[in-house]
């Protein structure tokens, strides 16, 4: 009983660490930034396949594979920046804080989704593809307990990408130009920031990261299918809203908490329910604490 | 003398609703030169426009020579202005020291920052006491000092100013007064916009009059009567 409880937490903390790095990502992108940019997960599995399609048709190392992932996300991060966001950046939609023109860029960046999805799927239209394995041996051994090594290296890329964003945000000059477009947009161009550079460079770094995530669940899972972009989006944005939108290390702990109330519901009620519960309590906890959204919306919390 | 800032025929549109309907003025180097006029004239536009938050229609904006109508905010900034905008907009979420850093953003002498950073807290005390403080945290007064400060940090030559008295207690007014002066003494060439006339043309070498849009007087203090000067600025010109 006690043993089961202990291998789950395991299991658990396994699928933790991939919902925080990517939670990480979109914590920079929805909580950070404030753009609904519904293409993000997809962005990180077209990276995926880019890699994924190289490797069938060339010989190329783990390192390569894991630039390659990097490369194509931001390709694509890049490439929804300049096509739902950019054209938003204007006076009048800053100034507003503009509803109509967000709603714009999040139904456009929905539709590059689309668009990323059928991309893959024309490169490689099998279902599943593999994908090279991260670690090829044996599980670590904690007494009678199983912990994968891969958790291990996602986990701690979540904590090392963590502590260089906040490096970024707090110490140069660039993370000064972040937190002054996100504080006061307009403030920002008067004291002579670019917002439309400023914007398209962190559209990048946030992809770069999600490539990141993406190389790595990938080489864990040792597989990839289109359906890689729905399921980064799905659980990145739950463990960010269990972290509290907006900050780094809440992204990594709602991760983790997401990670584990999935395998013990799993334990306890079955595969079928694992989703269905982990949903159930995020919407209670939505419902009835509404403010834990908003409690850390502003980047000053982002430390 | 001879004008810094040229502004010929701009005009400035949210729309089809013209704010600015071609408006002539000009700004003499290292003067004090005040734009006054009723609310709703386009004085805050013609700022903004100016700063190249807003594009103008049509026109020319000349900047010691050059044309900048058009530019957008950054290089406008690049060239040597800065404006102080209506309610300060001071990033609430930063302390005052990086509100201080991002006003010297497009400047890389990082020795020469730390000593105008050093400036500040001499010319504003209450800055430096409360220099790690959050920018929302600061009373209106200390925000206006602050927005002052922030658009120093980037050395300009012509300073804009939209409204700096506005809502700020009588003592408080003053001494944004006192500070306008003083920077001029310095060498900035000023650029003010005010509802406070009185105030404004104790301060203004020189001083237009702003009416839906456009320039309705221009003259030096003394050549108007301040009764209708401050008359045409809250009411406009016409007669009741």
């Known amino acids: 009983m006690l043993a089961d409880l202990i291998q789950n937490t395991l299991d658990g903390l396994t699928a933790g660490?991939?919902?925080a790095l990517l939670a990480v990502g979109f914590t920079l992108i929805f909580g950070v930034l404030r753009r609904v940019n519904l293409s993000y997960g997809a962005a990180i599995m077209l990276g995926v396949y880019f890699a994924t399609w190289t490797s069938h048709h060339f010989q190329v190392g783990l390192l390569a594979l894991a630039l390659l992932t990097i490369a194509g996300a931001v390709l694509a991060g890049t490439y929804v920046e300049r096509l739902c966001f950019a054209p938003h950046y204007a006076a009048r939609?800053?100034?507003t804080?503009?509803?109509?023109?967000?709603?714009?860029?999040?139904?456009?960046?929905?539709a590059l989704w689309m668009q990323f999805e059928e991309a893959a799927i024309l490169a490689l239209p099998k279902?599943?593809?593999?994908?090279?394995p991260l670690y090829s041996g044996e599980p670590l051994r904690l007494g009678s307990f199983l912990l994968r090594v891969e958790s291990l290296y996602l986990l701690a890329a979540a904590i090392a990408v963590?502590?260089?964003?906040?490096t970024i945000l707090y110490r140069t000059r660039f993370g000064l130009a972040v937190r002054a477009v996100i504080d006061v947009p307009m403030a920002a161009q008067l004291v002579g920031m670019n917002v439309s550079s400023v914007f398209v460079r962190i559209f990048a770094l946030a992809s770069a990261i999600g490539g990141l995530a993406g190389f790595l669940i990938a080489a864990s899972h040792e597989q990839v299918t289109p359906m890689l972009g729905m399921w980064s989006t799905i659980k990145g944005m739950l463990a960010m809203m269990l972290g509290g939108l907006g900050s780094l290390p809440g992204a990594v702990a709602g991760g983790l908490v997401l990670g584990l109330l999935e395998a013990h519901s799993q334990w306890y009620f079955g595969p079928q329910m694992r989703d269905l519960i982990a949903y159930l309590l995020i919407f209670v906890l939505l419902a009835l604490r509404p403010a834990w959204m908003t409690r850390w919306t502003t980047i000053r919390s982002a430390s | 003398m001879s004008a810094l800032l040229a502004i010929q025929d701009v005009v400035t549109a949210y729309g089809k609703i013209e704010a600015l309907r071609g408006v002539t003025l000009a700004v003499e180097e290292g003067s004090i030169t005040c734009l006054l006029g009723p609310n709703g004239a386009g004085k805050t536009t013609l700022m903004m426009t100016v700063a190249g938050i807003l594009r103008p229609r049509s026109g020319s904006i000349r900047f010691g020579g050059g044309e900048i109508a058009g530019a957008a905010p950054h290089r406008i900034v690049e060239q040597g202005i800065a404006l102080v905008p209506e309610?300060?907009?001071v990033f609430p979420h930063m302390t005052v020291l990086e509100n201080l850093r991002a006003g010297a953003y497009q400047r890389n002498d990082r020795g020469g920052i730390a000593a105008d950073i050093d400036r500040m807290f001499v010319r504003f005390p209450r800055l430096k006491e409360r220099a790690a403080q959050e920018g929302g945290t600061l009373s209106g007064g200390e925000q206006q000092m602050l927005s002052v400060a922030r658009a120093l940090m980037s050395r300009p030559k012509l300073m804009l100013m939209d409204e700096p008295s506005l809502g700020l207690a009588p003592l408080v007014v003053e001494e944004i007064f006192r500070i306008i002066t003083e920077l001029h003494r310095d060498g900035t060439t000023i650029f003010l916009?005010?509802?406070?006339?009185?105030?404004?043309?104790t301060v203004a070498h020189h001083f237009y009059l702003i009416e839906q849009g456009r320039i309705t007087f221009s003259g030096d203090p003394g050549s108007l009567a301040e009764d209708e000067v401050i008359h045409r600025a809250y009411l406009g010109s016409a007669k009741v």
């Open chain 1, 17 to 19: 660490a991939a919902y």
């Open chain 1, 93 to 95: 939609d800053l100034r």
């Open chain 1, 97 to 110: 804080g503009a509803s109509s023109s967000s709603i714009a860029a999040m139904v456009a960046s929905f």
């Open chain 1, 127 to 132: 279902h599943l593809y593999a994908f090279p």
């Open chain 1, 162 to 166: 963590c502590l260089l964003l906040h």
């Open chain 2, 87 to 89: 309610n300060r907009l």
């Open chain 2, 193 to 201: 916009v005010e509802q406070n006339a009185h105030m404004a043309l």
